[in-house]
């Protein structure tokens, strides 16, 4: 199962709304996870069966999206969320993940 | 609180071998899938492969398929990736992480800190 995220790469500001996209190339039910990663660091689990919030992780984001559509919202950019962020498929072997969407500093 | 621990990275020859370890610490390991995931230098992730809890089931992305062995030691509470005829491409930080694969839950969390494998002549 292939799956396109876009944009691969947004350049925004503290304060804004943001919004990736995940596209997967047949249904994955809602078996779909989001990560983020900072430079040098393990990734970090955000959003996990399409829209449970992982523990601990601030409520600005938000997933949503079931099948082959999804999206991760951050609703309003902080500092430390400027990182690299990827979708994981985990609806069967062999689990995929996007090509990343790197969000930088405008 | 979770742990994992890679350690076995360095610098190997292409179409040489190398094995990678995770110790993993404060959960019931046996009770869990684990995954393989690495990232090329630059680039993003991969998924590598996957193991079920017993270890009687075994997962692998094409890339790796034939050359990669995973295997665990539920007794040691350590996973394991024996890696074979390694190419350049090969060459990644790869990461271990816990799994949950059930039905209404799954995600790997958490991921260990990473070992680095360099495939270079």
């Known amino acids: 199962i292939q799956l396109t995220q876009s944009p691969s790469f947004l350049s925004a500001s503290a304060g804004d709304r943001v919004t990736i996209t995940c596209r997967a190339s047949?249904?994955?039910?809602?078996?779909l996870a989001w990560y983020q990663q900072k430079p040098g660091k393990a990734p970090k689990l955000l959003i996990y069966?399409?829209?449970t919030l992982q523990s601990g992780v601030p409520s600005r984001f938000s997933g949503s999206g079931s099948g082959t559509e999804f999206t991760l919202t951050i609703s309003s950019l902080q500092p430390e969320d400027f990182a690299a962020y990827y979708c994981?498929?985990?609806?069967?072997?062999?689990?995929?993940f996007g090509g990343g969407t790197k969000v930088e500093i405008k | 609180e979770v742990q994992l621990l890679e350690s076995g990275g360095g610098l190997v020859q292409p179409g040489g071998s190398l094995r990678l370890s995770c110790a993993a610490s404060g959960f019931t390991f046996s009770s869990y899938g684990m995954s393989w995931v690495r990232q090329a230098p630059g680039k993003g992730l991969e998924w590598v492969s996957g193991i079920s809890g017993s270890g009687d089931s075994t997962y692998y992305a094409d890339s790796v398929k034939g050359r990669f062995t995973i295997s665990r030691d539920n007794s040691k509470n350590t996973l394991y990736v024996q890696m074979n005829s390694l190419r350049a491409e090969d060459t990644a930080v790869y990461y271990c992480?816990?799994?949950?694969?059930?039905?209404?839950?799954?995600?790997?969390?958490?991921w260990g800190q990473g070992t680095l494998v360099t495939v270079s002549s």
């Open positions: 047949q249904g994955i039910s809602s078996y």
């Open positions: 069966d399409a829209s």
């Open positions: 992480a816990k799994n949950y694969f059930w039905s209404g839950n799954r995600r790997l969390d958490p």
């Open positions: 994981q498929q985990l609806n069967s072997y062999p689990l995929t």
